[in-house]
């Protein structure tokens, strides 16, 4: 399903953004949905996965309290509220169509089954 991402952009430490993840021309009600992040110079990593029906969530250890994923079916499209953002959290931020989690050994490890979108670049200042 193609997906185009937007909402990124510069904001100070503590400052807060949403992403919207729109899908284009489909409709992704029966896929999980998420956001992954990837920082310079590192490689791409989970933030947070959500289901379909029942809209449960999944979230990286440190984004857990900070940030929501939600999703709205009418519209299409998924969320990423970003609240108390901090310089760690710059990166490009893509969405994800078919996101799923597995735990194991302590960790939640983030996979995508789907494609990806174009990314949007998210920048905190300290």
């Known amino acids: 399903v193609p997906v185009v991402e937007s909402g990124g952009g510069l904001v100070q430490t503590g400052g807060s953004l949403r992403l919207s993840c729109a899908a284009s021309g489909s409709t992704f009600d029966d896929s999980a949905i998420g956001w992954f992040r990837q920082a310079p110079g590192k490689e791409r990593e989970g933030v947070a996965c959500?289901?379909?029906?029942?809209?449960?969530?999944n979230y990286e250890n440190s984004v857990k309290g900070r940030f929501t994923i939600s999703r709205d079916n009418a519209k299409n499209t998924v969320y990423l509220q970003m609240n108390f953002l901090i310089p760690e959290d710059t990166a490009v931020y893509y969405c994800?169509?078919?996101?799923?989690?597995?735990?194991?050994?302590?960790?939640?490890?983030?996979?995508?089954?789907?494609?990806w979108g174009q990314g949007t670049q998210v920048t905190v200042s300290s």
């Open positions: 994800a169509t078919n996101c799923q989690t597995y735990y194991t050994g302590g960790y939640l490890y983030f996979f995508n089954f789907g494609s």
């Open positions: 959500i289901g379909t029906n029942d809209g449960r969530a």
